[in-house]
């Protein structure tokens, strides 16, 4: 079975740095992976996801993420960090082999981003 | 918004309880997944429907039972509920054609169990 690991439940930023939010998986095969974030009382936002091809992702509000094969490690990043990026943050694996139109994902605990003025 | 209807936002009820939690997938998606966000579990996957068929099942309570019907909208149902049930019940739904299978979520149901 697959899994996800976020090992910081918090991460504290000043305003203007750069961000990391770490992401390690486990899954047989090649891994889809997922970002989302979920900001007080709202559901998940997508931002982000690998399937195949470059190892840097780009997507929603000037985040990347970072697909590592050797180190199973999905990190996501962005360069200047926002006051309005403060939020939880979800990396998500799904098991390439799940059956057809089955694309439930595996969450990992969420890393709470707090950036600071 | 991400276009996944979910009712009601807020509801509490005492133990023994039982519930219904409704979802109305994005316009085209054959697929309903359920999770609960609860502070000590994370977001658990419940259940997957596809177009009004069961497809997946996870850490679902036998105490819970979900339906998705003819015009694809889905209902979560909770029964003898108990304090630890309360918890953020989100519902996500998914396009076949995406192939890659992001799924979109509502914007979650609040069961507060008294």
């Known amino acids: 079975a697959q899994s996800v690991a976020q090992p910081e439940d918090q991460v504290n930023v000043a305003e203007g740095n750069p961000l990391t939010v770490k992401c390690t998986y486990s899954v047989s095969g090649n891994p889809y992976l997922f970002w989302y974030v979920q900001y007080p009382n709202r559901g998940l936002q997508f931002l982000l996801k690998y399937i195949t091809g470059d190892n840097l992702v780009k997507g929603s509000y000037g985040f990347e993420a970072e697909f590592n094969k050797s180190q199973t490690s999905f990190h996501l990043k962005k360069p200047s960090a926002l006051v309005s990026d403060s939020a939880l943050y979800f990396c998500a694996v799904r098991d390439p082999y799940s059956g057809a139109g089955s694309y439930q994902l595996t969450f990992g605990k969420g890393t709470k981003l707090s950036v600071i003025p | 918004d991400s276009g996944v209807t979910q009712t009601p936002k807020h509801l509490i009820t005492a133990t023994g309880q039982r519930v219904t939690l409704r979802c109305s997938p994005r316009?085209?998606?054959?697929?309903v997944y359920w999770y609960q966000q609860s502070l000590d579990q994370g977001l658990q996957f419940l259940i997957q429907?596809?177009?009004?068929?069961?497809?997946a099942k996870g850490n679902i309570l036998e105490r819970f039972s979900a339906q998705q019907f003819p015009d694809l909208h889905s209902e979560l149902n909770l029964s003898s509920l108990e304090l630890g049930d309360s918890a953020l019940y989100f519902c996500a739904s998914s396009t076949p054609s995406a192939g890659t299978g992001e799924l979109f979520f509502g914007e979650g149901s609040r069961l507060t169990v008294l």
């Open positions: 429907y596809y177009n009004g068929e069961e497809r």
């Open positions: 316009s085209g998606d054959l697929s």
